[in-house]
């Protein structure tokens, strides 16, 4: 899954979990988990983090490394967040060209800058899931869509739990996430594109009044060949 923050991967990699019947994998929800397992690896991340450090591609490659030989993963696996520079892309086609495995399909989700303003101030998060919701968009059940949107009334549909917002969730924050999406992660297209047995396809995921979010699920589909 690939496009920039608020572009709806985990709106519609949700929905293709359930289509295929494999994970969504999220490296922010995979290193947290790896940290509170104790593995080798979740400790080496734990110690990174510890000193306030990022934690490094090596590391992160593990993670990813640990996980997909769950039983869940047997059919394949849609990775979320990652790889967001070409070096990681690079660093991940290493690591499953020696279980024989590749990517083969790049969805982009695709949409304007100016449009990304809006979209991520409006989005909360099930942070058990990584389900996605908009205050506008795609609001919950609980939320009436007139009152002040808090924890109280923004709840998950399926286990009623409260839903957060993320921390670089602002228009502050949005224009140095945004730079460094262009910067580092766009030339990961290319790479991809330039490889053999590997699609990009891309979707129009830009909201509006005539596009709803069944529509962008639709074209998802589509360039996928699943029944919308």
């Given at each position: 899954?690939?496009?920039?923050?608020?572009?709806g991967?985990?709106?519609?990699?949700?929905?293709?979990?359930?289509?295929?019947?494999?994970?969504?994998l999220?490296?922010?929800?995979?290193?947290?988990?790896?940290?509170?397992?104790?593995?080798?690896?979740?400790?080496?991340?734990k110690?990174?983090?510890?000193?306030?450090?990022?934690?490094?591609?090596d590391?992160?490659?593990?993670?990813?490394?640990?996980?997909?030989?769950?039983?869940?993963?047997?059919?394949?696996?849609?990775?979320?967040?990652?790889?967001?520079?070409?070096?990681?892309?690079?660093?991940?086609?290493?690591?499953?060209?020696?279980?024989?495995?590749?990517?083969?399909?790049?969805?982009?989700?695709?949409?304007p800058d100016e449009?990304?303003?809006?979209?991520?101030?409006?989005?909360?998060?099930?942070?058990?899931?990584?389900?996605?919701?908009?205050?506008?968009?795609?609001?919950?059940?609980?939320?009436?869509?007139k009152s002040?949107?808090?924890?109280?009334?923004?709840?998950?549909?399926?286990?009623?739990?409260a839903l957060?917002?993320?921390?670089?969730?602002?228009?502050?924050?949005?224009?140095?996430?945004?730079?460094?999406?262009?910067?580092?992660?766009?030339?990961?297209?290319?790479?991809?594109?330039?490889r053999?047995?590997c699609?990009?396809?891309?979707?129009?995921?830009?909201?509006?009044?005539?596009r709803?979010?069944?529509?962008?699920?639709?074209?998802?589909a589509?360039?996928?060949?699943?029944?919308?």
């Amino acid at each position: 899954m690939f496009g920039p923050p608020a572009s709806g991967k985990g709106t519609h990699g949700g929905r293709i979990t359930t289509a295929l019947g494999i994970p969504q994998l999220s490296t922010g929800d995979m290193l947290r988990e790896a940290v509170d397992s104790g593995t080798e690896i979740g400790l080496r991340a734990k110690s990174v983090m510890e000193q306030g450090q990022l934690v490094s591609d090596d590391i992160v490659i593990g993670i990813i490394r640990d996980r997909v030989k769950a039983a869940d993963c047997l059919k394949g696996f849609i990775l979320d967040g990652f790889p967001r520079t070409v070096a990681q892309a690079k660093a991940l086609d290493e690591m499953l060209a020696a279980t024989g495995e590749e990517v083969k399909t790049v969805l982009e989700l695709s949409v304007p800058d100016e449009a990304l303003i809006e979209r991520i101030g409006g989005r909360w998060i099930h942070k058990a899931s990584g389900r996605s919701y908009h205050t506008k968009y795609n609001p919950p059940k609980s939320f009436d869509g007139k009152s002040e949107p808090t924890p109280a009334n923004m709840r998950d549909d399926e286990t009623g739990e409260a839903l957060t917002q993320r921390p670089d969730d602002n228009k502050d924050a949005l224009p140095k996430r945004l730079a460094a999406y262009h910067a580092e992660t766009v030339p990961v297209l290319g790479h991809y594109k330039s490889r053999g047995g590997c699609r990009v396809a891309q979707v129009d995921s830009n909201l509006g009044p005539a596009r709803k979010t069944e529509d962008i699920w639709a074209d998802c589909a589509k360039a996928l060949g699943l029944k919308a």
